[in-house]
């Protein structure tokens, strides 16, 4: 069976600051990977996703996570973050094939201080 | 492009009664979800259709938990009776069936329950 561990409940971090919020999975078959961020009070968006092809995804505002298969992760990095990104961050995988069903891991809390 | 419509946003009700969720899902989307989120966990798919059928409800208690997508557009969530530990957030999504979107399932704001 599939899961995702997201190896920090919460990550304070000061504003302008890198950032690294860990996700490592466990699959014994090809897996499809994703960031959703969840703000205060709304639904998850998806942030980012890895398919096929190139390990390093990126997003348009500025967060980049890179597909691991021999460590089976997938970070979730941003050089320099802003107010703004304080949210929720959660990982999740989807085993190729099937009905598109997604597992997510337990989330992590992105504290963002000034 | 409107999004994934969800109501009520809250429900408070007192174990053993029951509640219903409504969800209407993008024009377009064939696929819905129903997903649970427990206050410090990560969503929990429920139920999947696909167009009116159901593709997967392996999570779903079925004991006290039902779901329809009657003409295949909106669709219902139902929990009889409610207990203490249905208190969460329950999410509705949708997504394509096919082609280069499908992976990516659109969220609703979800309806937060408390049952007391």
């Known amino acids: 069976a599939q899961s995702v561990t997201q190896l920090d409940s919460q990550v304070p971090v000061f504003e302008e600051a890198p950032v690294e919020l860990r996700c490592n999975y466990s699959?014994?078959?090809?897996?499809?990977l994703f960031w959703y961020v969840q703000y205060p009070n709304q639904g998850l968006q998806l942030l980012l996703k890895?398919?096929?092809?190139?390990?390093l995804v990126e997003s348009i505002n500025g967060f980049e996570a890179e597909f691991n298969k021999s460590q089976t992760s997938f970070h979730l990095r941003k050089p320099s973050v802003h107010i703004s990104d304080t949210a929720e961050y959660f990982c999740?995988?989807?085993?190729?094939?099937?009905?598109?069903?997604?597992?997510f891991g337990a989330g992590t809390r992105l504290a963002v201080h000034p | 492009e409107a999004g994934v419509a969800q109501s009520p946003r809250y429900k408070i009700i007192e174990k053993r009664q029951s509640v219903a969720f409504w969800c209407n899902p993008i024009?377009?989307?064939?696929?819905l979800y129903w997903y649970q989120q427990i206050l410090g966990q990560g969503p929990k798919l429920l139920i999947q259709?696909?167009?009116?059928?159901?593709?997967?409800d392996s999570q779903l208690p079925k004991d006290r938990f039902s779901a329809e997508r009657l003409k295949g557009v909106d669709s219902t969530l139902k929990i009889q009776p409610a207990k203490l530990e249905d208190s969460a957030v329950y999410l509705c999504?949708?997504?394509?069936?096919?082609?280069?979107?499908?992976?990516?399932?659109?969220f609703g704001p979800g309806t937060r329950l408390t049952v007391l």
């Open positions: 999504a949708s997504s394509f069936t096919s082609g280069v979107d499908y992976n990516e399932q659109f």
């Open positions: 024009s377009g989307h064939a696929t």
């Open positions: 999740a995988v989807r085993v190729s094939g099937g009905y598109n069903k997604l597992i």
């Open positions: 699959s014994s078959v090809s897996v499809y």
């Open positions: 259709f696909q167009n009116n059928g159901v593709v997967d």
């Open positions: 890895y398919l096929s092809g190139s390990t």
